[in-house]
Nanobody
Framework: QIQLVEAGGGLVQAGGSLRLSCAAS?????????????MGWFRQPPGKEREFVAA????????RYADSVKGRFTISRDNDKNTVYLQMNSLKPEDTAVYYC?????????????????WGQGTQVTVSS
């Protein structure tokens, strides 16, 4: 099993920035270290369904973004620290949501949540206008 713990959420004014982190621990098997998983960030706005935000390949070399965050958010990872990050700039009130990180036993970035194997507990991001 892999455990994912998000941190860095909070309350910020529109136009501000936040950096989320997601630390991974444990492994599903001896062969499945952190760098054998692609990672993703998803979010669930109040009263809405969960949606894709960003994803990164096993080595950070390939990324995917939702159109709504492209140019404002950056996903990255540090495999030495078993951590994935989401840098969020130019935040808007519509970015308000619970943000989840997730891990999938694939090497390429994945945008559909149904493919992910492990999920964190989520961290709240609130953007005030």
């Amino acid at each position: 099993q892999i455990q994912l713990v998000e941190a860095g959420g909070g309350l910020v004014q529109a136009g501000g920035s936040l950096r989320l982190s997601c630390a991974a621990s444990g492994r599903a098997s001896p062969a499945h270290t952190f760098n054998t998983y692609a990672m993703g960030w998803f979010r669930q706005p109040p009263g809405k369904e969960r949606e894709f935000v960003a994803a990164v390949s096993w080595n950070g070399g390939s990324t995917r973004y939702a159109d709504s965050v492209k140019g404002r958010f950056t996903i990255s990872r540090d495999n030495d620290k078993n951590t994935v990050y989401l840098q969020m700039n130019s935040l808007k009130p519509e970015d308000t949501a619970v943000y989840y990180c997730a891990a999938v036993k694939l090497l390429v970035p994945v945008t559909e949540d149904k493919h992910y194997d492990y999920w964190g507990q989520g961290t709240q991001v609130t953007v005030s206008s």
